[in-house]
C-alpha cells in the first residue's frame, strides 16, 4: 500500500512557543524549519509513501519543503491543527479518492524512514490507526485507508481522544524517532540523543551549548 502523508505547519514566526526557553525567537523559526524539513525528507524516502503534502501557509516553509519534492496545500481554513489537516485530506481526495492518507507531526526531525515504514505497514492492517508519541498523552501519526475518512483529533490528550473515536493504537516497539516530536527544550535534547537529521543537525550546532 502507498501512503499519502499530510504535515501540517503553522506560519514558523508563530510555532513551537515552548522552546523558547532553549531558542530565541530570532532563531526558532529557522528550528521549527529544520525540524519540518527533516521530517519532509525520511518520509520521501519511505518505501510506503507515495506523495508528501504539506498544509501551510508560510511562504518560506512553502518554497523549502517544495524544493525537497513536497507538495505544498495553503491552509485556507486557518482554522487550526485538525482544520488544516481535513483540508489536506481533501485536496488530495479530490484528485486521488482511493488515496490512503495518514497525518504526520512536522516536528520529528529524528524521524527514521524504515521506522516510519514500520509504522505505516502496521497501520495498513486497520480502517483507522494511530501511534501516540513518547510523552504517551499525544498522538504523532493518525493514518486512515482509502475507505475511511481521516477525523483527526489533534490537541490536548489526542492518544485518549483518538482511542475513544475507534483509531486502532499502533503498540509497537522501536519505533521511537516516530513517536519523538518535539515541544520543548527537553523533547529536543531527547531528539538529538536519537539523532536527528541533517537540517536539525546544522539548524543546532551553535544552539545548544556542551552538555546542556
Known amino acids: 500500500m502507498q501512503w499519502t502523508l499530510v504535515i501540517p505547519l503553522k506560519p514558523l514566526s508563530r510555532a513551537k512557543s515552548r522552546l523558547a526557553d532553549t531558542a530565541a525567537d530570532a532563531v526558532r523559526p529557522g528550528l521549527v524549519l529544520a525540524f519540518a524539513q527533516d521530517t519532509v525528507a525520511a518520509g520521501l524516502a519511505c518505501a510506503g509513501v507515495g506523495d508528501v503534502v504539506v498544509v501551510t501557509d508560510d511562504p518560506r516553509a512553502g518554497r523549502e519543503l517544495s524544493a525537497l519534492g513536497a507538495r505544498i496545500v495553503p491552509d485556507t481554513p486557518a482554522g487550526g491543527l485538525n482544520a488544516a489537516l481535513a483540508h ?36 495498513a492492517q486497520f480502517p483507522r490507526s494511530f501511534l501516540a508519541d513518547a510523552a504517551g498523552v499525544g498522538t504523532t501519526l493518525l493514518a486512515a485507508r482509502a475507505d475511511r475518512e481521516l477525523d483527526p483529533l489533534f490537541g490536548p490528550e489526542s492518544r485518549a481522544r483518538h482511542r475513544g473515536s475507534g483509531a486502532e493504537e499502533l503498540l509497537l516497539r522501536g519505533v521511537d524517532s516516530v513517536r519523538q516530536d518535539v515541544d520543548t527544550g527537553a523533547d529536543l535534547r531527547a531528539a538529538l540523543a536519537l539523532g536527528v537529521g541533517p537540517y536539525t543537525t546544522t539548524a543546532c550546532a551553535e544552539l545548544l551549548a556542551p552538555g546542556a
Open 88 to 123: 489536506g485530506v481533501a485536496a488530495v481526495r479530490r484528485g486521488h479518492p482511493r488515496a490512503a492518507v495518514a497525518a504526520l507531526n512536522a516536528d520529528l526531525p529524528a524521524l527514521r524512514a524504515d521506522e516510519l515504514e514500520r509504522v505505516l505497514s502496521t497501520a
